[in-house]
């Protein structure tokens, strides 16, 4: 039986071979937007919000709070909005 870290890693692994021409997306994020949400691993913001990769900037932290970190991520992705 593979380890969580074996695992993960080669979950990795797939997903990057797989990415294909997402590597070509532009860094603003499509839909011009970002959510601020917690970090509880029962969220999924990409499920929640109906988001594919390069959709949105999705900031993560504990409780979801607009901390100085959380508005200063905002704020960098803002400027490349």
Do not use: W
Request: proline share 4%; hydrophobic share 45%; with cysteine.
């Amino acid at each position: 039986m593979a380890s969580a870290l074996e695992s993960i890693l080669d979950a990795n692994q797939r997903y990057a071979q797989d990415f294909g021409e997402k590597r070509n997306l532009a860094m603003p994020p499509s839909r011009r937007f970002a959510i601020l949400t917690c970090m509880d691993a029962r969220l999924d913001p990409a499920k929640f919000a109906g988001l594919d990769e390069g959709d949105a900037h999705v900031v993560r932290n504990a409780g979801g709070r607009a901390s100085e970190d959380a508005i200063r991520s905002l704020v960098i992705s803002y400027k490349l909005l």
